[in-house]
């Protein structure tokens, strides 16, 4: 093999750009496309440059190897279209980060990629962020983790192709979620574990995430504003929480259910939303008592469209409901 000293063909990507002034501005577009910088053909293939820390507003020249670590608060990271990946694609290294940003506030991440790391995003303490445009696909385990982190914002951004899932929220409160494409996660598209309570979802779209497209656990959550949650095993599942809501909203053409409240799901509200042509349209398992399900629509469901297993509907009311089947007469 001849010397990479001396290859005259060899490529090596530009390293990392830090601004003082503002970072670039980004126009807005509903969904960031996926990027793929082309490479021309060489005898060898240098990886990108270590991302490193950054404490300063920061526009990326090129790709890097992560993790990118956001190290200050109230700063801005544009990555200019570039991706931030940690090694070969299809095998993430283990325990490998793409951005990082522990115990900050206010901080902006937008405009590109991060690929191919355990993790793709991770916020963990802090809050008050925004990720925006972002493509952040390929990942080994998580595709964005908010770890105990509130107030952070998340808009136009694309979470897709992770080996388990899209978004995942571990006890962090009252965070936004606004038009988000999740899509052929391997298990949950957007997961809300206990404790992770006052968040919101709205105007997303949910598709071919494959156990459940929306998972509830935490509680007072809402999924609102036309989000779309379609071709997965269940398309929203709320359990062991009290007080959410599911309002104006399509949970359609999943194979098993298209909302299910499981044990422990109490004092939730389903309202205005569609649940057809799913394996089941609405269900309520025994032990999920005290809930409002008014105005929905359910219809073309293989099995029955409204389910209710408490004997006599329990505490659960139905009411002003269309639909086609219904398995107790309290339903309405």
Not at 13 to 35: M, N, Y
Not at 53 to 78: E, H, K, Q, R
Not at 271 to 294: C, K, P, V, W, Y
Request: net charge negative; with cysteine; aromatic share 4%.
């Amino acid at each position: 093999m001849r010397s990479p000293w001396t290859n005259p063909t060899i490529i090596r990507r530009p390293t990392i750009a830090v601004l003082s002034a503002a970072a670039l501005l980004v126009a807005c577009r509903d969904f960031p496309e996926a990027t793929s910088p082309s490479r021309l053909d060489a005898d060898v293939v240098v990886d990108p440059p270590l991302c490193g820390p950054v404490t300063t507003n920061t526009n990326l020249s090129g790709d890097c190897t992560g993790p990118l670590v956001v190290a200050a608060s109230g700063i801005t990271v544009n990555l200019g279209g570039h991706a931030v990946t940690c090694g070969p694609v299809p095998n993430p290294p283990p325990s490998s980060f793409g951005i990082e940003i522990l115990d900050q506030t206010n901080d902006h991440v937008t405009n590109g990629e991060v690929e191919n790391c355990f993790i793709g995003i991770e916020i963990s303490l802090g809050g008050g962020h925004e990720l925006s445009n972002l493509n952040v696909h390929n990942n080994g385990n998580v595709g964005i983790d908010l770890k105990a982190s509130s107030n952070n914002d998340i808009r136009n951004t694309i979470s897709s192709s992770n080996s388990n899932i899209g978004v995942d929220l571990e006890k962090a409160t009252f965070n936004k979620l606004d038009h988000l494409q999740i899509e052929q996660n391997s298990t949950d598209g957007i997961a809300v574990a206990a404790g992770a309570d006052n968040n919101v979802v709205t105007s997303s779209f949910l598709l071919r995430n494959a156990q459940v497209g929306i998972s509830l656990a935490g509680s007072n959550n809402m999924i609102d504003q036309s989000t779309t949650v379609s071709e997965s095993e269940v398309g929203i599942e709320v359990a062991f929480s009290t007080g959410n809501t599911i309002r104006a909203t399509s949970a359609v053409q999943n194979d098993a259910y298209g909302i299910l409240l499981l044990i422990g799901a109490t004092n939730t509200t389903i309202q205005s939303s569609d649940a057809s042509n799913n394996g089941r349209g609405i269900e309520l398992f025994h032990g999920a008592t005290s809930n409002l399900i008014m105005s929905n629509k359910a219809f073309g469901n293989t099995s029955v469209d409204l389910e209710d297993d408490n004997a006599d509907c329990d505490a659960n009311t139905w009411k002003s409901n269309q639909f086609g089947t219904a398995n107790q007469p309290c339903i309405s």
